[in-house]
């Protein structure tokens, strides 16, 4: 059993992971990493796994916002937003509490990130759109 404070420790040989790298300019597929062992699982993660793209967009929102003005000190309200048919939730179900950018970029509570796109960017509809979406399985 896991005291507290003591670090999680992962049979490492079960970790697996997904990278796709993109040629900024072009946009171009750079490299593709699919998982840790062709030979275990040939199940490719960067392209077949069914995640909400939401936490990749995060740190785009936040370096615009912060290109935009905002600072990591700006305070936020953390409550549910719905953006058209996008309700995000928080993983921790935290609502209800005054907070700064910067927690809520560590914390990666969705609805700070959404709230902050609707209201900080210039454009922030296709973002919210993309971050809205789950691939199908």
Known sequence: KKRKGEPIRFDSNSLEAALVALDPKTGEILAMLGGRDYQK????????????PGSTFKPVVYSLALQ???????????????????????????????????????????TAAVE????????PSLLVLMASQRRPA
Do not use: C, M
């Open 41 to 52: 699982s040939q199940f490719n993660r960067a392209s077949a796994a069914t995640r909400s």
């Open 68 to 110: 935009n003005g905002w600072n990591w000190n700006a305070l936020h309200y953390v409550e549910p937003i719905t953006v058209k048919d996008y309700r995000p939730r928080n993983f921790s179900g935290e609502y209800g509490s005054e907070t700064t950018l910067l927690r809520a970029f560590y914390k990666s509570l969705n």
């Open 116 to 123: 902050l796109a609707a209201v900080a960017l210039p454009s």
